[in-house]
Nanobody
Framework: QAQLVESGGGLVQAGGSLRLSCAAS????????MGWYRQAPGKQRELVAD???????NYADSVKGRFTISRDNAKNTVYLQMNSLKPEDTAVYSC??????????????WGQGTQVTVSS
C-alpha cells in the first residue's frame, strides 16, 4: 500500500517563505499527478498546484507568481516552495497523488496534512 508523508509546515510572518515536501513510499509502480491542496477553517478544500510526471504544472490563480511546485521522480517526492506568504494562505496543506500501485491498479491517496500559519 502506498502512503504520502508531508513535512515543512509551520508558522511564518507575512512576506516570508516556507517549503513543503511530500514523499511517497510503499507499493508504487509509478506516480502520475502529484499535487497540493489546502483547506482553511470554514472553507472548502481547494487545489493549490499540481504537477504531472512529465513536469506540466497547474496553479490556482491566488498563488501564481508566489508558489512553485516541483518534483523529483527518482525520489517520488513533490515540493511546494511558497514565497511572499500572506495571512490568507493560512490553511492545512495536504499532498495528493495518483499512484499506480501495479500496472493494472491506480489509487488516489492523501497525506495527513501539515499546518501552515501566516501571521500578519
Amino acid at each position: 500500500q502506498a502512503q504520502l508523508v508531508e513535512s515543512g509546515g509551520g508558522l511564518v510572518q507575512a512576506g516570508g517563505s516556507l517549503r513543503l515536501s511530500c514523499a511517497a513510499s510503499g507499493s508504487i509502480f509509478t506516480i502520475h499527478t502529484m499535487g497540493w491542496y489546502r483547506q482553511a477553517p470554514g472553507k472548502q478544500r481547494e487545489l493549490v498546484a499540481d504537477i504531472t510526471s512529465s513536469g506540466r504544472t497547474n496553479y490556482a490563480d491566488s498563488v501564481k507568481g508566489r508558489f512553485t511546485i516541483s518534483r523529483d521522480n527518482a525520489k517520488n517526492t513533490v515540493y511546494l516552495q511558497m514565497n511572499s506568504l500572506k495571512p490568507e494562505d493560512t490553511a492545512v496543506y495536504s499532498c495528493n497523488a495518483d499512484v499506480w500501485v501495479t500496472t493494472m491498479r491506480k489509487e488516489n491517496i492523501w497525506g495527513q496534512g501539515t499546518q501552515v500559519t501566516v501571521s500578519s
